[in-house]
Nanobody, 119 residues
């Protein structure tokens, strides 16, 4: 099993920045990739960004490309999401997820952290 704990959410004005962290514990060696997702009120959960634990490949939703950056610290088993130029439409609960099957299916999820962007 893999446990995921997100942190770093909060309230920020439009145009501001936040950095989310996701600390993984447990059987982290079984984790192939990590992802960030978000869910706004009344909307479905959507993909934001993903990164593999090895290699340089990163993946982003079109809506956040150029503004968000996903990164990892393998030594700390932690993944980050640097969010710049935030917009009110970025307001959502942000979730961290782990893929342990190498098929981009997300079997483990964190509890989520709220990000609110004011206009």
């Amino acid at each position: 099993q893999v446990q995921l704990v997100e942190s770093g959410g909060g309230l920020v004005q439009g145009g501001g920045s936040l950095r989310l962290s996701c600390a993984a514990s447990g059987r982290t060696e079984s984790s192939y990739a990590m992802g960030w997702f978000r869910q706004a009120p009344g909307k479905e959960r959507e993909f934001v960004a993903a990164i593999r634990w090895s290699g340089d490949n990163t993946y982003y939703a079109d809506s956040v490309k150029g503004r968000f950056t996903i990164s990892r610290d393998n030594a700390k088993n932690t993944v980050y999401l640097q969010m710049n130029s935030l917009k009110p439409e970025d307001t959502a609960v942000y979730y961290c997820a782990a893929d342990t099957s190498s098929t981009w299916s997300w079997g483990y999820w964190g509890q989520g952290t709220q990000v609110t962007v004011s206009s």
